[in-house]
């Protein structure tokens, strides 16, 4: 059984900064591609950045200079740093990962329950 668990969001100011955590739990042998995502308000969801795990990075063009996606791989944990945070940045974040599985025989994608930011002033 393999899970993802994000934390870390919360009420911050316009300007401000908070770092999201996606923690892989369960029988996993390695984790691929990491993603965070996002859904504001009366949207769709959106991809907002990725991290294969060589560490090559993709990011939306509305996050690009003030999000930073990383990952320890050795904790089996993936991280959003947001910086600079606009009103429009609030969203429910999700995290998505594909895992392999205890023994390598099976690559899964996975969803967190997702976290709240929300920017207010």
């Known amino acids: 059984q393999v899970q993802l668990v994000e934390s870390g969001g919360g009420l911050v100011q316009p300007g401000g900064s908070l770092r999201l955590s996606c923690a892989a739990s369960?029988?996993?042998?390695?984790?691929?591609?990491i993603g965070w995502y996002r859904r504001a308000p009366g949207k769709e969801r959106e991809l907002v950045a990725t991290?294969?795990?060589?560490?090559?990075?993709e990011y939306a063009d509305s996050v690009k200079d003030r999000f930073t996606i990383s990952r320890n791989n050795a904790k089996n944990t993936g991280y959003l740093q947001m910086n600079s945070l606009k009103l429009e940045d609030t969203a429910v974040y999700y995290c998505?990962?594909?895992?392999?599985?205890?023994?390598?025989?099976?690559?899964?994608?996975?969803w967190g329950q997702g976290t709240q930011v929300t920017v207010s002033s």
């Open positions: 998505n990962a594909d895992i392999w599985s205890d023994n390598g025989r099976y690559l899964r994608n996975y």
């Open positions: 369960g029988s996993i042998s390695s984790i691929n591609t």
């Open positions: 991290i294969t795990r060589g560490g090559r990075t």
